[in-house]
């Protein structure tokens, strides 16, 4: 039967949608929940067992009452509404999602209320309110089954040993079951007889009870209003005597005649006995939250929940862990609340059936609720992720945090106004145990807190303020209102003028507590209403501040909506480096990690099409804040502060709920009588009654009472609520239209309505194709952030990507390839799934290795030799070898850690695809470890995952190198001297010297006779100089090196010395040591590194190519311009360096030394028309010049007349003349250069030689240091490093104390 239009029409302005009705069909009889029949076959296939007898859906080993039986839902009103159609399994599923619950007059049966909310795929929410109670059961067939079941339950126990105990579970799946099972086990059991204690039932002595659920179904969460109308409706059901109305009349009042309170407004509704008050935000203020968030934080204390909220915003896996279904809602609405006005954007279940646990293998954010029983050992609780996993045990105040979660700025300061928030309101903000690190046990529930419980239940029972009377009044007044004849005789005393003073009294006391209770539960619905405001204006006002500027990082780049929409995957939307370097330092961990996430761009998406489209509700209510606060503080740009800032609107928020609720805008139509039939729904107490669907599936139309008794003002109320609510629902397809548009587009929500195993294998699929999308995203923006010039002129924005962002990015990898490696794992084993699948590769190549030397381990290609035979050896390229060096450094504590950092290390290596690739060559570890529907077993899916890692070998990462810098690194050093022209050895005894950017190795000595060597260091980083010498003693003093060579034998890592220059005295420039800047040898396709390498080197030492000569006897004479523009460039560079944040910056050396350096290009400048270079056979260099012209201004008179200029640079020339160190000639113009930049001199001392006579002797007429316009021009380009501080390495001025 379809819904009639009046039904269907008036949906957008309801307050309900449907009211529905879950139990036993007593029809049908006790059936095994399909369900868990189904779990359990899934279960049996994972773990290679008869899938037939697994399939059955009992458990004989636990007792009939404790075993789950399916429910249905009985009936629903109306039968469906075309714009939210009534989702029937799942709201069965929800309503109860352990089944039906079985119990005896010896249980405690006391009603249960608890919420649920179905999120669709387009992230559109519907809330379900539910309250359970137990109902007697009449049906004689069910009693007997029960009476069966329990009789062959015995004889099966009867029949087997009663001391032995259950093997435990291998399986994580299995230990979540065995919580669950238990979840409902009654804390008094052992007090009771041993048939009772073991869950028995006898249908002669006993009398059976079965749960049954009344739902309502809305989307907005108006949470208090819905539990105290089905509150209101079970003790109409209970009392001893019927209600005023029938009840269809009250639940046809909800349905049809209560409307949705517009925005801004309270609505009063009528229940059974008392009326109802709720009301909705504003458009101006944060959208409507009914759920306590002060439960959330007393569950699990302020700083517990601050660092849960943190795992969401960052979008992690959140298992929430209660026995408590209402626990578990209330939590996961809170942190929700919390993101304003952000969105969680993955799946949303705070509430996961027994029968869906197999979701909790999704490889995808999530934030699922877990029910399970109070003593749930944590360390037996295993997961099939956990990597990025945050777990919440909400019983136990207890949570695991995943490992480096960066802090939410300001956390001690957030966490310290939120207490004070909390103890306005008289709670107590130390509630709570602290964050726990997963190597940590979980406070184990032990006796004492049982009793604790028990203790505290007493408590309540005997506190009247609590609306409960001691145990002999209420039961004396229990019996009095259950018994029909005790109730005649006391009406006949009352007619006689007897009267019963204690009976009188009692129900006095009752009636009062009634007023009183509900008198405080209106208190404390006002009191939870102002401290929820007040909490999330707290975190609003977080967001508010860190956000305040995010419009100017906006990119608008499309014209239009379709274009935007037709581009979005190739767009820029958010120039993320920028809004970085306006942030505050200690923001930057948190912050760098929450742009990336979902959640971000989906609100910079929305913020876009707001241009072309109307402003999604958040957007708007965040945009009209920051206008708002931008009136009242003024602040310059880029001058971001990290000072906490109050929240200043509390009292205000506080006060519009408080004068919101004194002033009632509309009341809602009573509920009367309606057009019924005679002799149905028969009121009989304690059952709730079959409602006649005639009257409760018509809507407004056929009732002729709502026209007659509404008045004009009523309809126009109606017409503008709906008005409203019609263009809240235009924007709501307007949210759906962007969703179903976007990219990332994730599964929300598990589907309910049809858990076949075809279904749940398409659902893994959808999760296989989710991960490869997001592989490809990734890889794709790691490429373009770091592929520099090319990024740009494709239109990504900045070339230059900083430390911090590329260290997110590649974590955020890190991340996910956990989340592939964890799908459709079979049994766990640690904390990280791929550190245990490369153990098991680990421990099955060890066995197979003396049989396999070579086939199974892959090797670089040979490089080719070169013309000498002295080269840098093959470094083997093997997985086990990497593994093995993460396995040796003990900084690294965990799985998870170690991991991360073998992904690192084979990124920076370039060998991630091929590592992978080899890891996942053995099909049978993979089959034997893996689900069949894993996305590590589907084939095409695999090899596109591989291609996308592989296209990262584009670029050049440094993620290992530059995170592990304490650890103990083995170098290797190759010596190649130029052999055609020399011995290849030397009789002195040479050492030498590397430094990084981390530190350097000091001097170490190198054997004779040989011409390499290997030694450990702690991380050294990029290395930048090496520092190469003898001590010229023996017969062959003189040694003429090609270059030097250092390889880094953890990462591969290569670096080139170039040097071309002798080392002995009366030889070249005399020098016997020179220092040699490093270049990182890039491997072509021909050639795989080494001195042979065709990739243009990134940084050159100037001594081989900018000297006098070179060794073949040809000169490299640059024009004048070229000159002048290569010192042009070379000060650009090094005023770019100090431009970047100091971090990004990397080696100041190279600028200054390397190739088209400062040094290099002064040199050059010094060399244009030199005279000729050879007098009488002598090498003249440009430091005879420069000595030349000290010795004519060295005498005191002419020091005296040219003044402090003159006086310094006389004195330094001195010093790095007089310094033990024998660098040569070259090395003295490089070191003097060098300190002229760095105590910003140079542009002082230029005039001084041009000026000397010496430079008439020295230099052709058409030489550029003897044109006064150019050395002008020279001395003001120079001039602008005296801004930035240039700090000169160690290893350049070792030896000068100046």
Not at 59 to 85: D, G, M, T
Not at 265 to 290: M, N, S, W
Not at 536 to 545: C, Q
Not at 817 to 835: C, M, N
């Amino acid at each position: 039967m379809s819904a009639s239009p009046a039904a269907s029409g008036a949906v957008p302005c309801r307050f309900a949608h449907y009211f529905a009705v879950c139990g036993i069909d007593t029809e049908t009889g006790l059936e095994p929940d399909e369900l868990t029949a189904l779990y359990q076959w899934l279960e049996a296939d994972r773990q290679g067992r008869d899938q037939d007898t697994a399939a059955t859906g009992e458990n004989s080993e636990q007792s009939p009452l404790k075993r789950k039986f399916k429910s249905k839902v009985l009936a629903h009103y109306p039968e469906n509404i075309e714009w939210n159609p009534f989702d029937q399994d799942a709201v069965n599923m929800l309503c109860m999602p352990k089944g039906l619950s079985f119990q005896t007059q010896a249980d405690p049966r006391d009603p249960q209320f608890h919420s649920f909310i179905i999120t669709r795929e387009d992230g559109s929410r519907t809330y379900g309110f539910v309250h359970t109670f137990y109902e007697e059961v009449t049906s004689p067939q069910i009693c007997s089954a029960m009476q069966t079941l329990h009789q062959m339950h015995n004889a099966e126990h009867a029949s087997t040993n009663p001391h032995s105990s259950s093997s435990s579970s291998s399986s994580s799946m299995d230990s979540l079951t065995s919580s669950l099972d238990e979840a409902d086990s009654p804390p008094f059991s052992s007090t009771l007889p041993s048939s009772r204690a073991a869950g028995g039932y006898d249908s002669s002595r006993d009398t059976l009870y079965v749960s049954k659920a009344l739902c309502l179904v809305t989307t907005m969460p108006f949470m208090y209003a819905c539990r105290n109308f089905l509150s209101q409706l079970h003790r109409a059901v209970t009392a001893a005597t019927a209600p005023p109305l029938p009840l269809e009349s009250y639940i046809h009042n909800i349905l049809y005649e209560v409307p949705l309170p517009a925005p801004g407004r309270t609505l009063k509704f009528h229940g059974v006995y008392e009326p109802i008050v709720c009301q909705r935000p504003g458009l101006g203020e944060l959208p409507l939250a009914d759920f306590p968030l002060s439960e959330a934080f007393s569950l699990l204390g302020v700083e517990n929940l601050v660092q849960v909220f943190t795992c969401n915003l960052l979008e992690m896996q959140i298992l929430l862990c209660s026995k408590d279904y209402q626990r578990l809602m209330t939590v996961a609405e809170g942190i929700t609340t919390l993101l304003f006005p952000f969105q969680w954007q993955h799946v949303y279940v705070p509430i996961l059936p027994a029968s869906l646990l197999h979701f909790l293998d999704a490889p995808v954010p999530y934030l699922m609720g877990l029910q399970s029983k109070e003593c749930t050992d944590r360390s037996t609780l295993e997961l099939p992720q956990e990597a990025n996993l945050c777990f919440v045990d909400i019983d136990n105040h207890y949570i695991e945090l995943p490992e480096d979660l960066p802090q939410f700025p300001n956390k001690t300061e957030l966490i310290q106004e939120l207490s004070e928030v909390l103890l306005s309101f008289g709670i107590s903000a130390n509630i709570g145990a602290p964050p726990r690190t997963r190597t940590s046990s979980p406070r184990n529930p032990s006796t004492s807190r049982r009793e604790c419980k028990t203790v505290t239940l007493q408590q309540l029972e005997d506190d009247g303020r609590n609306g409960n009377l001691a145990g002999e009044e209420l039961t004396m007044l229990e019996l009095l209102q259950g018994n029909a004849t005790l109730e005649r005789l006391h009406a006949l005393t009352e007619r006689t003028g007897v009267t019963v003073a204690r009976v009188d009294a009692l129900r006095a006391s009752v009636k009062a507590q009634g007023i009183d209770r509900q008198r405080a539960a209106e208190e404390e619905e006002l009191r939870n209403a102002k401290l929820n405001v007040q909490l999330r204006e707290v975190f609003a006002s977080r967001f508010t501040t860190m956000f305040a500027d995010y419009e100017g990082f906006v990119i608008q780049s499309a014209p239009d909506l379709e274009s935007w929409l037709t581009n979005r995957e190739q767009m820029h939307n958010f120039d993320k480096a920028s809004f970085l370097s306006d942030q505050p330092e200690p923001y930057l961990p948190f912050l760098s990690h929450f742009i990336e996430t979902q959640m971000f761009a989906t609100f910079i998406d929305n913020k876009i099409m707001s241009q072309w489209e109307e402003k999604e509700p958040l957007l708007r209510v965040f945009d009209a804040r920051i206008d708002k606060a931008r009136l009242y503080n003024v602040r310059a740009p880029n001058l971001r502060s990290s000072n906490y800032q109050r929240c200043s609107i509390l009292r205000e928020s506080a006060q519009a709920i408080e004068q919101r609720l004194m002033k009632i805008d509309h009341i809602a139509i009573h509920p009367h009588l309606l057009d019924m039939k005679f002799g149905q729904g028969k009121y009989e107490q304690g059952f709730f009654p079959k409602l006649q669907a005639d009257v409760l599936n018509t809507g407004l139309i056929n009732s002729k009472w709502f026209h007659r008794t509404a008045t004009a003002q009523r309809r126009k109320d109606h017409s503008i609520q709906q008005t409203e609510h019609l263009n809240a629902d235009n924007d709501l397809k307007e949210k759906y239209m962007q969703e179903a548009r976007s990219l990332g587009k994730n599964l929300r929500l598990p589907k309910l309505s049809d858990l076949s195993p075809a279904v749940i294998a398409q659902t893994n699929w959808k999760f296989v194709e989710g991960l490869l999308k997001e592989c490809r995203m990734k890889t794709k923006r790691m490429l373009v952030e770091k592929m520099g010039r090319e990024a740009v002129e494709l239109g990504h924005g900045e070339a230059n990507i900083t430390g911090l962002e590329e260290n997110t990015l590649i974590a955020s990898l890190c991340d996910l390839l956990e989340r592939i490696w964890s799908h459709g794992l079979q049994v766990k084993q640690g904390k990280s799934a791929l550190w245990s699948l490369l153990l098991h590769y680990q421990a099955r190549e060890e066995k197979l290795e003396e049989q396999h030397t070579e086939s199974s381990l892959s090797r670089v290609p040979e490089r080719k030799k070169s013309d000498c035979s002295i080269s840098m050896p093959s470094l083997r390229v093997s997985l086990l070898q990497d593994m093995s060096h993460i396995q040796r450094m003990s900084e690294i504590k965990t799985d998870v850690g170690r991991a991360r950092a073998w992904v690192r290390l084979s990124l920076e290596k370039k060998l991630l695809s091929q590592h992978l690739k080899q890891l996942l060559s053995r099909q049978a570890l993979t089959r034997k470890l893996y689900k069949r529907y894993a996305f590590l077993r589907c084939e095409e899916e695999k090899e596109q995952f591989l291609f996308y890692l592989l296209s990262l070998n584009a670029v050049d990462y440094f993620c290992f190198t530059s995170v592990f810098t304490t650890i103990m690194i083995p170098y290797r050093v190759v010596i190649i001297p130029i052999k055609k022209l020399s011995n290849t050895m030397t009789t002195s005894n040479p050492w030498v010297c590397v430094s990084g950017e981390l530190g350097d190795s000091g001097i170490m000595q190198i054997p004779k006779s040989f011409l390499d060597m290997t030694f450990d260091c702690q991380n050294l980083g990029k290395l930048t100089t090496a520092q190469l010498g003898h001590d010229n003693a023996g017969l062959i003093a003189k040694w003429l090196v090609d270059c030097v060579m250092v390889r880094n034998e953890i990462t591969g890592h290569t670096y080139r010395f170039p040097c071309g220059r002798w080392l002995g005295k009366g030889v070249d420039d005399g020098s016997l040591e020179r220092v040699l800047i490093g270049e990182l040898v890039v491997p072509s396709k021909d050639e795989d590194g080494g001195r042979g390498c065709r990739t243009p080197p990134l940084q050159h030492s100037s001594s081989q190519t900018t000297g006098m000569t070179s060794l073949s006897g040809r000169e490299y004479k640059p024009t004048s311009d070229q000159i002048q523009e290569g010192i042009g460039d070379a000060v650009n560079n090094i005023v770019k360096h100090f431009q970047k944040p100091e971090k990004e910056r990397g080696s100041l050396t190279v600028l200054l030394c390397g190739e088209n350096s400062l040094v290099a290009t002064l040199e050059q400048f010094f060399h244009h028309s030199f005279k000729s270079a050879r007098l009488f056979q002598r090498t003249v260099f440009v430091w005879d010049f420069v000595e030349k012209a000290v010795a004519f201004l060295q005498p005191a008179d002419q020091m005296v007349d040219m003044g402090l200029n003159c006086q310094s640079l006389c004195h330094y020339i001195n010093a790095i003349n007089s310094t033990p160190r024998n660098i040569g000639k070259d090395g003295k113009f490089q070191l003097l250069v060098c300190l002229g930049a760095r105590d910003r001199l140079l542009p002082q001392w230029l005039p001084l030689l041009v000026d000397c006579p010496v430079i008439l002797q020295m230099y052709e007429d058409t030489a550029l240091l003897r044109d006064h316009t150019t050395v002008s021009a020279l001395i003001g380009t120079l001039q602008t490093l005296h801004n930035f501080p240039i700090k000169l390495e160690s290893s350049l001025i070792k030896g000068i104390d100046l």
